[in-house]
């Protein structure tokens, strides 16, 4: 009997703190070995001239998500992990939605129905509540996160989802109570609903109008009221997918008084400007998700939000809908006012290649950030460390293979979700995953999938232990 199931022998180790040569030894789908020279396994995978980084966690995840009448997600989880293992992730987080009138264990169950036995890499849900009854504040959440549901995101937009400052101060006490982080997605609707309003006036229809009525200020005010809304209530806050530098001004005045707000930023918000959405026909509705791509100076805060530590984690926010479909951005609503085009982008398997390549390779952030930005952070801010997260004896084997000097150009043809397009089409980028290994199984290997589905499973998490110095 060898003492390992598999080797990886030759690579540079990356984890959010260190960099060093090392093999690893792989056990029961875990790390049982670093050190040098190991030998006595079935399986050697030679790593020479590539880093070894921990998988990839995507805590900013949508699919199968229900999203409105005639509109239907482009990815189901099959699709969805699939597109991520090939994007170097292990572990996904997508949103699980309650909706109105339905009782949050109810919508649980229902996810969990599309989720297991479908997927390629592990998953864990939050909860969104649109839905603040007693019941769902004081029953289902609590008894939820004591399963391993243990973050909960509120919508200060979109109707038939927004709750109204009070219910989102109800939301915060519950979650404070019973230890839930809540993830809040920040901007003012009544703000976006008069902008809306006057572009109708004015016969403003095109996907463009998306990016003009959902401006900076409305989304620095709901960044400042949801940090304030937590500051009353006294429990930590995460500001998903921040757009600019004025949101980011909010941040840093809300940790400067002593509040722990955490904050995640998406691809976007770094590589994306409103002029995507300015081009003639109807393509800008590629690029339209919320908040909006804003232009270079945002681009440049949320480098320098990256680069010093404002952000917490880089997710996605992938939310994918076909282009070319009356199910998707071509819904025949859309088509008539940019107010009805479903809001959302692909973006799962390019985000890590695009954080590496504009990040690491333009000597914006180091590895060792990159590991704590695209898996580290994650895993310890919603309960998942140090099962998942880095490279540890002990630790699941989740691991990415990572090839920083491959050039690849990115266009919808490589990619592996159920989208028809990618936002990103034409970007070129240095540094690619080549191989994907979760709990010491490859799942994608030299651009082929190497398992089944269902190789991937639910896994229940911890309360967050992340914390921030104010
Ligand atoms: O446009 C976006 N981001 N759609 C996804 C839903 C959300 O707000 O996160
Ligand atoms: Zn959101
Ligand atoms: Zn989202």
């Not at 703000?191 to 809306?196: G, K, N, S, T, V």
């Not at 409103?274 to 919320?290: I, M, P, Q, R």
């Not at 952000?311 to 070319?324: E, K, L, M, N, T």
């Not at 398992?451 to 998490?461: L, N, Q």
């Amino acid at each position: 009997m060898t003492p390992f199931d598999t080797i990886i022998t030759g690579g540079t180790v990356v984890t959010a703190a260190d960099t060093f040569q090392a093999d690893i030894g792989i056990t029961d789908g875990r790390i049982a070995a670093i050190g040098q020279a190991l030998t006595g396994a079935a399986e050697v995978i030679d790593a020479s001239g590539l880093l070894v980084l921990p998988g990839g966690i995507d805590s900013h995840v949508h699919i199968a998500q229900p999203s409105g009448d005639g509109v239907t997600m482009a990815d189901d989880f099959e699709s969805a992990t699939r597109s991520a293992a090939f994007g170097g992730h292990t572990t996904l987080l997508p949103f699980c939605l309650q909706a109105k009138g339905q009782s949050l264990r109810d919508a649980v169950t229902w996810y969990h129905g599309l989720a297991d036995g479908n997927c390629y890499t592990d998953v864990s849900f939050h909860l969104i509540i649109t839905d603040p009854t007693p019941q769902a504040l004081n029953q289902d959440l609590p008894a939820l996160v004591e399963d391993g549901y243990t973050s909960v995101k509120v919508f200060m937009t979109y109707e038939g989802m927004k709750l109204t400052d009070k219910e989102i101060l109800q939301t915060l006490e519950a979650a404070k109570t019973c230890g839930a982080l809540p993830m809040v997605h920040a901007e003012n609707d009544d703000a976006i609903e008069f902008l809306r309003d006057r572009a109708a006036d004015r016969g403003e229809v095109a996907p463009k109008y998306h990016a003009s009525t959902r401006p900076i200020p409305a989304e620095r005010e709901a960044t400042h009221r949801a940090i304030s809304l937590a500051e009353i209530i006294d429990v930590p806050i995460m500001i998903v997918h921040v757009s600019n530098g004025d949101a980011i001004g909010e941040i840093k005045a809300g940790r400067a008084r002593g509040s722990t707000v955490f904050a995640e930023t998406c691809p976007q918000y770094l590589v994306l400007t409103a002029d995507d959405l300015d081009v003639t026909g109807f393509d800008g509705a590629k690029y339209v998700c919320s908040p909006p791509p804003r232009d270079t100076d945002s681009q440049a805060a949320c480098w320098a939000g990256l680069e010093q530590g404002v952000f917490d984690v880089f997710s996605s926010d992938h939310c994918p809908f076909r282009y070319d479909d009356s199910e998707g951005k071509k819904h025949p609503e859309g088509l008539k006012s940019f107010r009805w085009v479903p809001n959302g982008i692909p973006g799962v398997e390019t985000s890590l290649p695009i954080l590496f390549s504009e990040g690491v390779g333009k000597g914006r952030i180091d590895l060792n950030r990159f590991v704590a930005l695209t898996s580290t952070n994650h895993a310890k801010m919603y309960g998942l460390y140090p099962q998942k997260g880095t490279i540890a004896v002990g630790s699941d084997a989740d691991i990415v293979l990572w090839d920083p000097t491959r050039v690849e150009v990115i266009r919808q043809g490589i990619l592996h979700h159920g989208a028809d397009y990618t936002p990103y089409e034409g970007i070129e980028v240095t540094g690619w995953p080549i191989r994907t290994i979760l709990r010491g199984q490859t799942i994608v290997a030299d651009g082929e999938l190497r398992a089944e589905k269902g190789v991937g499973a639910y896994r229940t998490r911890a309360r967050s232990g992340q914390t921030r110095a104010a």
